[in-house]
């Protein structure tokens, strides 16, 4: 046991005040973080920034897949209103505009069944697995002056499993194929909402 004048006991109570000094620093810099985390997600760059708001009109869809422009519109509308930005329904009220274009939509497999799978020929493979990219373009403009203050492009890329194991005939691929093709556009919403994220991310001011 340690006498309390002891170099021992000493040493114990420099550890111990240098132990709470070092917490008392590491509670502030978490606090200048986050406080600086939250000015980062909120701020505009100053070229986004009007006192009448921003107009987003209905994206142009360059695609041939029908409606799709307006999953990506909404997603864009949505995440600005998330982040407690001014949004106007009326283009001639607006300051700005921001518009956007789906450029394109690629979707192939990433992944075969085994070569013979449920029976089926050697050669018949199936996809288990689909990959599905989209390219946005989207540009801002000054609705007073009409020119073009900031444009971007970005691109969400998302895979999703197939319904190979309902494979049993050699009909199967014809059926799997229209059943494919509905779960890849269910993944639109989420390329969108992911795409809508970078695309903030890139209109903030980082300071």
Avoid at 45 to 64: A, H, L, Y
Avoid at 84 to 104: C, H, P, T, W, Y
Avoid at 172 to 190: F, K, M, N
Wanted: aromatic share 8%; proline share 4%; hydrophobic share 40%.
């Amino acid at each position: 046991m340690c006498r309390a004048g002891s170099p021992i006991s000493w040493l114990h109570r420099l550890l111990q005040r240098d132990c709470i000094q070092l917490t008392m620093v590491l509670l502030l810099v978490c606090l200048c973080c986050v406080q600086c985390g939250y000015t980062l997600r909120h701020r505009l760059k100053e070229s986004f920034v009007n006192e009448k708001g921003i107009f987003v009109p209905v994206f142009d869809n360059r695609t041939d897949e029908t409606g799709v422009e307006r999953v990506f519109t909404n997603a864009l509308i949505r995440e600005l209103l998330s982040r407690r930005e001014v949004i106007i329904a009326d283009r001639s009220q607006a300051g700005l505009e921001l518009k956007g274009a789906v450029e394109r939509i690629d979707q192939g497999p990433t992944a075969f069944t085994d070569p013979g799978f449920r029976g089926l020929q050697p050669y018949r493979r199936l996809p288990t697995e689909m990959g599905v990219t989209v390219v946005l373009s989207l540009s801002l403009n000054d609705l007073r002056t009409g020119g073009r203050i900031w444009s971007q492009s970005f691109t969400g890329f998302r895979r999703v499993a197939t319904p190979a194991n309902r494979t049993y005939d050699f009909e199967a691929p014809s059926s799997a194929g229209l059943i494919t093709q509905s779960i890849v556009e269910s993944l639109y919403a989420d390329i969108a909402r992911d795409i809508m994220r970078d695309v903030y991310d890139d209109m903030v001011e980082l300071f």
